[in-house]
Structure formats: C-alpha cells, structure tokens
C-alpha cells in the first residue's frame, strides 16, 4: 500500500460506533487514525453490572491497541481532540499538534446531562464511565453497610432506600440490577437488616419506561421490573437532590424522600466537539447537542464529514432512534 497516496481517515472515539468504523476499515487501502482520550474500548451495556458489583472493570474494558494490534493499517492515539477546521480539513489535540484528514468520523459520545442543574452531579452520579460504575458500587454497597449498623428502624429505612432517576434503557438496566442485589445476591449476608426489604424506585418524568421504543416493551419492562421488587413511577419530574433527599413531582404533588444513595439515568448531554463541528460547519443541534446528520450520516454540506453512534440525531418513523451500542455499531460499518 502507498500510504503517501491512500486516504487518510481520522476517526474521533474508540466507542462501538468509531470502533466497528475502524474494524469495517482494516482492508480498505486507506490510512486509519483512531484518537480516543481512553486507550481502551469500553462495553457501556454492562456498566450496571459493574456498578452493581456484577462484573469488575476489567470485565468489560479491553485496549484499543490490543483489539487493532493486526489493523496494520490503523494508529491509536490516546490524546483529546479540541478542535475541528473544517476548510482545512485538519484537527487539533490538546499536545498541541494538528493532523490532517481527508475524511473525518465523529464518533465523540455523550455525557450526563442534569438539565441545568450541575449541582445534583454530586449527590446522583450518572453511569458513563468505569469511574461512576465503581463510584455507584461503593454507594450502594456502602448503603447497606451503613443501615446494618444503625439501630434507628427509620434511618435504617432510609439508608436501604435506592432510587434511580430516568426510565431509558440505563435506568431500567441499573433499577432491576438493584432488585436482584437486594432480593437475590446478597440475601442472608446481614444480620441486622434484611436486603430484601429495600424499598427500590424508578422515577421517569414520562408517562412510561423505555419512552423511545414500543408501548408493549415498555410494559413488559414495567412487569419485569414490578417482579424484581422495583416501584415504577412515571410522570416524576425531580425538582431537588441533597445528599439526604430527593424531591420530585407527581400528580400536582409535591413529594420528598429520604434517601442516601440517588442515581441518575435521566438524560445525554453531548460531547462538546459537536459544538465545535457545528460551529466550523453550520451543522444543527438537538437540544442535548447532538448533529443533525443527512440520510447518509454526513454532517449536511460537507462530504468529508461523518457523525456517528451517540452523538448523532436522527428521526426515523418519527422517533428519534436510541443511543443504544447496536445502533452505534450498524452507523459505524454503514459510514465506512
């Protein structure tokens, strides 16, 4: 291969969108570039099973290097990109130094998103990383810890009372992760409290779970999670989180409980590279700042650049298609 004369692709995130965009590019007589902050590819599906003490780390992570180590055509690079110039067609990274692309896959992800309310980060983790995975784990295990050496019935109470916010799939996933914990796994561990007896709640401020996918998967979803000990209130709007309470609306009701240990599913915020690509290209964003991408997941008037896996915001019958790892991996093959 004349690499002087074969295409150079970047592609930005090591996700399964940009992942299955490099694999898909093994035989394609171009020059592959993946950058990703992490050296390592990350199975987000299964990050509740770590925060629920289900898996280790090391269970779901793999190299980046390791799984292209016979892509002998592709380069990983573990820097952060902080600048796109589209005309140009080059990138920036944070050591400095600029790279030019002949075509560009964003494939850059998303984040928490609190809605405004930054402060609530605090005392309700979200579960995007390896680092909140762990961090929940601890909260929740320590929770338990904590109510088997209170004598106060109430305070007991309080402790053992979980409650996740966000009915996606990720709030789903993580709330009957907790009714398993509480009513399989650690049953006949304590002495003093029974786990089973964890009052688990799933609040999602829409009038049902799974809101992007069909009525009758929400409802078999909503069964599932009713047979694994979890309350399922919809139409919950939080309004506050503390680090011994949540307060949320239901019914024109104003309801606070008692809670230690919050966690937040409730919405993506996007990378901040799609506002620098909207900026750079006049691309339009979603109001989570995902790109609007054209049918064939170029960014609209500019044919070098392709916007792939979380980041993207496309409507199809209608609904917005979820930020799931199988949609990643079909944009992420179909781009290259």
Known sequence: ???????????????????????????SGARITLIDRRNFHLFQPLLYQVATGGLSPANIAAPLR????RHRN????????????????????????????????????????YFGNEKWARYAPGL?????????RRRVLSAFETAELERDPNKQRDMMRFVVVGGGPTGVELAGALGEIAHQTLK????????????????EAGDRVLGNYSPK????ARESLLSLGVTVIESASVTDIT????????????????????????????????HILAKETGAILDRAGRIAVAPDLTVPGHESIYVVGDLTSIVQDGKPIPGVAQAAIQEGKYVA
């Open 1 to 27: 291969m004349n690499t002087a004369q074969s295409p150079h692709i970047i592609i930005i995130g090591g996700g399964f969108g940009g992942l299955y965009a490099a694999q898909s590019l093994r035989h």
């Open 66 to 69: 390791d799984i292209l180590k």
């Open 74 to 113: 592709t380069t990983v690079l573990m820097a952060e990109v902080t600048g796109i110039q589209a005309k140009e067609r080059t990138i920036s990274l944070n050591t400095g130094s600029t790279i030019s692309y002949d075509y560009l896959i964003v494939a850059a992800g998303v984040s928490h998103n």
């Open 128 to 136: 995007k990383t390896i680092e909140d995975a762990t961090e929940i």
């Open 188 to 203: 006949n561990n304590f002495r003093a409290i029974d786990p089973a007896s964890s009052e688990i709640l799933l609040l």
């Open 217 to 220: 998967l929400s409802t078999k």
């Open 243 to 274: 680090d011994t309470q949540i307060s949320y609306r239901h019914q024109d009701q104003d309801v606070i409980l008692k809670t230690r240990c919050v966690l937040w599913a409730a919405g993506v915020l996007a990378s901040p590279l799609s």
